[in-house]
């Protein structure tokens, strides 16, 4: 499984950004998705989830509310959806794909990753 990030970019604090994560290869509705950043000098944090069926969805708490993940298995694509962009939110966002729902939150347990794509905000 290939996975393809973007739609980052540089905006303002307020502001909203949609990126996609895009997969090719061996891709299966049934692969549970996520969302993780990684700001300078800082640990890789989970951001958010989305199960391969149902689907069920789970958010850090530093995005809850303002962040929204989702996937159209037509198009072998999952979104994130962030409103009210804040300074600290500016990182390279990743996304990954693993087969068990289990342990969502850690990256670790991922097997597929993109590349990530850069999203800065301005205060």
């Known amino acids: 499984v290939q996975l393809q990030a973007s739609g980052g970019g540089l905006v303002q604090a307020g502001d909203s950004l949609r990126l996609s994560c895009v997969a090719s290869?061996?891709?299966?509705?049934?692969?549970?998705m996520g969302w993780f950043r990684q700001a300078p000098g800082k640990e890789r944090e989970f951001v958010a989830a989305?199960?391969?069926?149902?689907?069920?969805?789970y958010y850090a708490d530093s995005v809850k509310g303002r962040f929204t993940i989702s996937r159209d298995d037509s198009k072998n694509t999952v979104y994130l959806r962030m409103n009210s962009l804040k300074p600290e939110d500016t990182a390279l966002y990743s996304c990954?794909?693993?087969?068990?729902?289990?342990?969502?939150?850690?990256?670790?347990?991922?097997?597929?990753w993109g590349q990530g794509t850069l999203v800065t905000v301005s205060s």
């Open positions: 990954a794909a693993k087969s068990t729902w289990y342990s969502f939150s850690v990256y670790m347990e991922y097997t597929y």
């Open positions: 290869g061996r891709t299966s509705n049934n692969y549970h």
């Open positions: 989305i199960s391969g069926s149902g689907p069920r969805t």
